[in-house]
């Protein structure tokens, strides 16, 4: 927000919290939300009040639509807990010179503290004063001075661009939902750029690497065509032996088809049976290699095919639910299909133990309507599954009070019928397997903390709702008919 819509927004601000009680703080990624009980609100006294300090918008406004606070807040959020909560709004105000925002709070017109919000430069920073003492609580921001315990001081004035208020025009009435709905769009918008932009650097990763395997592997057949020319030369160098004297460097012969005069190169340094030998070895290990480097060939095709589909569908994708859509079926080609590194000639790489597969830690299963669910195998593959193969947002499940797998769906927003056959999965694959029914744990990734020093697998969950599951051997049926390990 530029100074003239700060300015706007502050004065609106001081009016309407005037008298106001801190009743709520939480916290998100770069931002401050504070929840207000206020003579002036709409609905039940509430007022709620978000402070984003992210680099690309820096931002104060009043919303109607408060966000759910994380299961663990920061240290920040419960140092503002302790000396505000219950504490009285005495004054919103902005700096007459820059986009410093001052919150001042305390009891009956006595300010007591004062949150900081310094909207400059690329950088914001946040601080948590006393008043009397300007002696600096708490902080959030990269600024290398001005550390707590240190009395606060006011940075450089930077420049501002006073004339720019997009809301200056609006009516008192819609002020506020003017603003949330142009940084709802603002937002919206930039989620949709930076997803689509994440979406498409990891795919075309995967693109580049198969491409350059595939490339490898063209190389490699190639070289085994000409395994009909060595046994060709093999075959003319042992009909004519008699004729070849060691030390020659190279043997012009006929071709027993043609008559044309072959020349083939010799190894000086070898027999004449030992030039044969080698070239029939050559041929040999090319005739058992060709039948691996063709399947690998095809396999990476049929791979540039896949990922070439994900990327249309990313690039066209004009929405942030459409690029959702596009996220689970990439998670899955990037787990299932660890790329090997275009190195060497793919002629070792498909003759040294290719068939030696890199495990993993989860079965994969498919719902009905062909969202991924991945099951994990054990107690150390379920920490390894839902640490390393989740996104935040991806639905995780487990039955409750029981041992056994921890089970991931590939996507944030899961249809009821994909959520029970994921339920059921968590069921069957845990020691409620053979009961008649279960309750269900039900979370996101992103709410799932690793317990130091705990037992192997266990994990701490929050956000949890939970379902209950009864047996169900006709969509266990389906599920394993989907089943790949």
């Not at 206020?38 to 408060?66: C, M, Q, S």
């Amino acid at each position: 927000m530029h100074y003239a819509e700060l300015e706007q927004m502050t004065t609106q601000l001081n009016f309407d919290l005037s008298g106001a009680r801190v009743e709520q703080i939480s916290d998100g990624s770069n931002r401050i939300q504070f929840g207000f009980k206020a003579l002036n609100a709409k609905e039940k006294g509430r007022f709620f009040v978000v402070v984003d300090f992210r680099a690309t918008h820096l931002d104060i406004y009043a919303t109607e639509h408060p966000r759910k606070a994380p299961a663990v807040p920061q240290a920040f959020t419960m140092l503002l807990r302790k000396y505000l909560l219950n504490e009285t709004v005495c004054a919103v105000r902005i700096a007459h010179d820059d986009r410093i925002v001052f919150f001042e709070f305390g009891h009956a017109d006595a300010v007591r503290h004062v949150l900081i919000a310094e909207l400059t430069g690329r950088n914001p920073n946040i601080f948590f004063i006393d008043h009397e003492t300007q002696r600096i609580l708490g902080r959030i921001g990269k600024s290398p001075d001005r550390n707590v315990n240190e009395t606060y001081t006011r940075p450089a004035n930077a420049e501002t661009m006073r004339s720019i208020n997009r809301f200056a025009d609006a009516a008192r009435g819609d002020y506020y939902t003017a603003v949330e709905a142009m940084i709802d769009e603002r937002n919206a918008r930039e989620s949709f750029e930076t997803s689509k932009t994440d979406a498409l650097r990891r795919a075309k990763k995967h693109f580049a690497r198969l491409t350059k395997l595939h490339a490898s592997l063209c190389g490699d057949l190639a070289k085994v065509k000409t395994a009909q020319n060595r046994r060709r030369e093999a075959d003319l160098l042992n009909a004519y032996a008699w004729q070849i004297k060691k030390g020659d460097k190279s043997a012009s012969l006929p071709d027993f088809e043609t008559g044309d005069i072959v020349q083939i190169a010799l190894d000086p340094s070898m027999s004449v049976r030992e030039n044969i030998e080698k070239r029939y070895a050559q041929a040999k290990r090319m005739d058992k290699a060709e039948p691996l480097i063709r399947a690998r060939f095809e396999e990476t095709q049929s791979k540039l095919d896949e990922i070439s589909k994900i990327v249309d569908r990313i690039e066209s994708a004009t929405t942030v639910e459409e690029i959702d859509y596009a996220l689970p079926a990439l998670d899955m080609f990037c787990i299932q299909n660890d790329v090997p590194k275009a190195g060497g000639t793919a002629t070792a790489t498909a003759t040294k133990s290719h068939a030696k597969a890199q495990h993993k830690p989860f079965k994969t299963f498919y719902a009905a309507d062909g969202t991924p669910i991945l099951v994990g195998k054990s107690a150390k593959d379920n920490i390894e599954l839902t640490f390393r193969y989740t996104r935040g947002n991806d639905t995780w499940l487990h039955a409750c009070g029981a041992t056994g797998s921890h089970v991931v769906v590939k996507s944030p927003n899961p249809t009821p019928e994909t959520i029970l056959d994921a339920a059921l999965l968590a069921m069957h694959y845990s020691s409620f397997a053979r009961s008649t029914g279960a309750e269900i744990q039900i979370t996101q990734a992103k709410y799932l903390k690793k317990i130091k020093s705990g037992p192997i697998g266990k994990v701490e969950v929050h956000n949890e709702r939970t379902i209950y599951i009864r047996q169900d051997e006709a969509r266990i049926a389906r599920l394993n008919k989907t089943l790949q390990t």
